[in-house]
Structures are given as C-alpha cells and as structure tokens.
C-alpha cells in the first residue's frame, strides 16, 4: 500500500529556513525517483525538486541555490532543506514520484507560510 507523510511545515519570516521531510513506503521509494512538489492557492501543483535513486538532483528555476533535496533510502525518506525563504514560497508541499500525476495518490501535504 502506497503511503506518503509530509512533515515540517510551518510559519517563518521572510529570509528563513525549514526543513521539511516525506516518510514514504517502500515500494515506491527503493527504486523510484522522487520529487516535492508544491501547490499555491490558486494555483497548478508544480515540482520544485527531485532526486534520482542514484542521488541526481534538479530544480526549479524559481527555487534553484536556495532548496536542497536529499534521501534516506535506509529510512525510506526524502528531505527538502529549504532557506533564503520568500513570500512566494507559501504553498502546500508534497512529496511523490517524480512523475507523479494529478490523480494519484498523494499524501496530506505539509504547509510552508512565509510571511513577516
């Protein structure tokens, strides 16, 4: 059974960190690539991050030198360190296969509010 569980969100000013984590099952983790995603009020869910089961890593241009993807694979978790943190940073983040679509399953989703 597929199951995702996002954690670490919260509020903090403008210029701040978090670090958000996604405990994932293994049968999608082991040999997946994986991604976090985010989604804004108002706005299409985008991916900001992935990183390959051989630890390749890519971002969005929006986020790129600020965030930092990582994985546990003995843990099954996949980490997003995230710092110079920007208004347009609030959304509700993700965690999935890098390849996620709109109608699988996804977790709960954590909320990151950057605001003074």
């Known amino acids: 059974q597929v199951q995702l569980v996002e954690s670490g969100g919260g509020l903090v000013q403008p210029g701040g960190s978090l670090r958000l984590s996604c405990a994932a099952s293994?049968?999608?983790?082991?040999?997946?690539?994986m991604g976090w995603y985010r989604q804004a009020p108002g706005k299409q869910r985008e991916l900001v991050a992935r990183?390959?089961?051989?630890?390749?890593?890519t971002y969005a241009d929006s986020v790129k030198g600020r965030f930092t993807i990582s994985r546990d694979n003995a843990k099954n978790t996949v980490y997003l360190q995230m710092q110079s943190l920007k208004p347009e940073d609030t959304a509700v983040y993700y965690c999935n296969t890098a390849w996620a679509a709109p109608n699988d399953y996804w977790g709960q989703g954590t909320q990151v509010t950057v605001s003074s």
């Open positions: 293994g049968s999608i983790f082991r040999i997946n690539a």
């Open positions: 990183i390959t089961s051989g630890n390749r890593t």
